[in-house]
């Protein structure tokens, strides 16, 4: 034992006096090389970076309209309005996306002004709450409709929505409102919105707030298309054109939406005619964008299946933070009908989702409607695919297809 002890005091030393301090590595035999000691690497694997994606999905419905039939329904024993059931049935499907816009085509210039409907409207306040409760966050507000009762009726509907905490856009109430970009950022991703309309049924704009609607002149959409497309990752044009009651947009309607998503746009819903109109997926520079026409009414007590079906749109859209891009993946629609039902006496009005209503009939479930009114939602359903296609456009998986 001693022995040992001394032979290894010998080699430390031996070490220390020939400059050796390296300690032998006890290698496997595996390692060893022409009797030599083979150096060992640890081989690393790089760290795999996660992409970094997300996905948000924004909801879109055409117009609202208000009549006198709608207000009588609505209208409480205590002389208050509530329009909440307007939109039960199709609630789901407007708090399933991300961000929801609708087009409220009527001033609520207040009491004093008397509640009215076609050719002058002027709606209850209880709508704006209505809209508020079954998920909407954007009301349009850029119609024909929106000086029905003048400027002040204008002013008045803005801050009604304002103080049910909904977002507008296409009406304003000064200079610096109107040019202030409207944009929301929704889990990083910057949308921004802006809405024009044809025009407002000849009445003048006044002459100290010429800011108070954006109509639809090309050269400045197209030039505020521009201001914006660097400041936003999407960029959604309302445009409230087209013919009433036509299904199809005009010649002219087709040059524009062409040119307004060439200059920056991503996609284009529109409203006004009160019917649905056919949608397209238009390619522009290898990049997907979307119009649709016309998104027919939403809610109104107007006559007719095609001015009672409507829907409600969702457009997917996915950005690549790394790469600084974001594309439409998919648009999906549901359509719906705006039915007039007696309940307690009365006539109200609610949204069904078609579909949907046609498989509650059958089941039994269905409150109001009976299997006598399946003739009807079964031809809404049919025109309405004939006429938009496929209820779910796949357009891509992820951003780098």
């Avoid at 039915?339 to 009005?349: D, T, V």
């Amino acid at each position: 034992m001693k022995r040992k002890v001394t032979n290894l005091i010998i080699l430390i030393l031996f070490q220390l006096l020939t400059g050796c301090t390296t300690t032998p590595s006890i290698l496997s035999p595996s390692a060893q090389v022409d009797g030599k000691e083979a150096v060992q690497k640890t081989i690393v694997a790089p760290e795999q970076k996660i992409p970094h994606i997300e996905t948000i999905i924004l909801t879109a419905t055409g117009d609202n309209l208000m009549h006198n039939t709608q207000y009588w329904g609505a209208q409480q024993n205590d002389g208050s309005y509530n329009f909440n059931s307007f939109f039960t049935p199709v609630e789901h499907l407007i708090k399933a996306g991300d961000y929801a816009s609708t087009n409220f085509e009527a001033p609520m210039a207040g009491p004093e002004a008397g509640y009215s409907s076609y050719p002058l409207f002027n709606s209850p306040d209880a709508i704006a709450d209505a809209f508020k409760n079954s998920g909407f966050d954007l009301v349009v507000t850029a119609n024909n409709h929106i000086l029905d009762q003048g400027y002040k009726g204008a002013l008045r509907t803005l801050e009604v929505l304002k103080k049910a905490s909904l977002d507008t856009t296409g009406c304003f109430s000064s200079p610096e409102a109107q040019n202030t970009p409207f944009i929301k950022t929704i889990r990083g991703i910057k949308v921004g919105y802006i809405a024009y309309t044809y025009g407002v049924n000849g009445i003048p704009l006044p002459k100290n707030a010429p800011y108070l609607v954006n109509i639809l002149n090309p050269d400045k959409v197209i030039a505020d298309i521009s201001s914006l497309r660097p400041e936003v990752d999407i960029l959604i044009l309302v445009l409230h054109w087209g013919e009433e009651y036509s299904q199809h947009p005009t010649i002219q309607q087709k040059d524009l939406a062409r040119k307004f998503l060439e200059a920056g746009a991503d996609a284009i819903l529109g409203s006004h005619p009160h019917v649905l109109n056919p949608l397209e997926v238009i390619n522009i520079n290898d990049k997907k964008k979307f119009v649709i026409y016309s998104m027919g009414n939403f809610i109104s007590a107007q006559n007719g299946m095609e001015r009672n079906s409507g829907i409600v749109l969702n457009l997917e859209f996915e950005k690549d933070f790394d790469a600084n891009n974001t594309i439409l993946t998919q648009v999906s629609y549901v359509p719906t009908y705006s039915h007039p039902y007696r309940s307690n006496g009365r006539l109200q009005y609610r949204v069904v989702p078609v579909l949907d209503t046609i498989q509650q009939i059958k089941a039994g479930t269905e409150p109001f409607l009976t299997t006598q009114d399946l003739d009807v939602l079964e031809k809404v359903l049919e025109q309405t695919r004939n006429l938009l296609g496929k209820d779910i456009i796949q357009l891509s998986t992820h951003s780098n297809s």
